[in-house]
């Protein structure tokens, strides 16, 4: 049996338009999307339609292994599907996916340029600006602290400046309980030292963010039935 990617064309936004079969060939992968989504009764058209807003393509799929497909929160794409191979002796299933999952995400170009940002907008880092109410500045410039920050900071012994090092440092504290992280990730944003993280680095910041639900989150895993 082969392992099949089935995606319609035009629309991409929920798990129904991503399916992933074992079939002989092409034609048979796509009357099983058909025979699918008939009964799941999703278009109420014709399998000739539903047959021709498919698109299909084949996905080389490893022995000895059962095929997942994880989909993700916000789908938008083909891409926000991922097929997961995990070998037969594997125990600890969803763990493993996981883990495959979070060390695809870490090694994305995109998540990387994120993660080594040092600015304090759109960026990892700005997160450690962030309070239960949003980024601890103005968003209108001039760049200041918010209103509410500002008036509290006038009855505390304690200057902007030192209030804006100290939330930093301790929201950085929370986030890397690995010190060993933490001190890379600090000496990087605190000097003119060159991004120079190691894999590990990039999976643990990754597994935490997806964890928190602030980066990609797969929220729908679905075996490949044979």
Same mark, same amino acid.
């Given at each position: 049996m082969?392992l099949?990617?089935?995606?319609d ?18 034609k ?5 999307v ?7 009764d999703?278009?109420?058209?014709p399998v000739k339609t539903v047959?021709?807003?498919?698109? =299909?393509?084949?996905?080389f ?6 095929a997942?497909v994880?989909y993700?929160?916000d ?5 926000? =599907?991922q097929? =997961?191979? =995990?070998?037969?002796?594997v125990?600890?299933i969803e ?6 999952l ?11 340029e ?6 304090i907008?759109?960026s990892?880092?700005e ?15 001039p760049l200041r ?15 902007e ?6 939330f ?5 504290s929370?986030?890397?309980e690995?010190?060993y992280?933490?001190?890379q990730?600090f000496e990087?944003?605190t000097t003119n030292?060159e991004a120079?993280f190691?894999e590990?680095?990039?999976f643990?910041?990754?597994?935490k ?7 990609t989150?797969?929220?729908?895993l ?5």
């Open positions: 082969r099949f990617k089935c995606y064309k035009y629309a991409i936004d929920c798990p129904d338009q991503v399916i992933v079969v074992f079939a002989e060939n092409e048979k992968a796509l009357r099983k058909a025979d699918i989504h008939k009964k799941l999703v278009y109420e058209t047959l021709n807003n498919f698109k =299909v393509e084949e996905i799929a490893p022995k000895e292994c059962n997942y994880a993700s929160r789908m938008s794409s083909v891409d926000d =599907v097929i =997961v191979f =995990v070998p037969f002796e125990q600890d763990s493993y996916i996981m883990d495959q979070i060390e695809a995400e870490s090694q994305e170009e995109l998540f990387r994120f993660v080594i940002d040092k600015g907008n759109m990892f880092n997160m450690f600006y962030c309070d239960d109410k949003g980024w601890i500045f103005s968003y209108e410039p602290l918010r209103e509410d920050i500002e008036a509290k900071l006038m009855f505390e012994d304690i200057s400046g030192e209030f804006i090092d100290e930093w440092l301790t929201s950085v929370k986030f890397f690995d010190k992280y933490f001190k990730f990087y944003i030292s120079d190691d590990g680095f990039f643990y910041v990754c597994k963010l997806m964890k928190q639900g602030d980066w989150v797969y929220e729908d679905r075996e490949v039935e044979y």
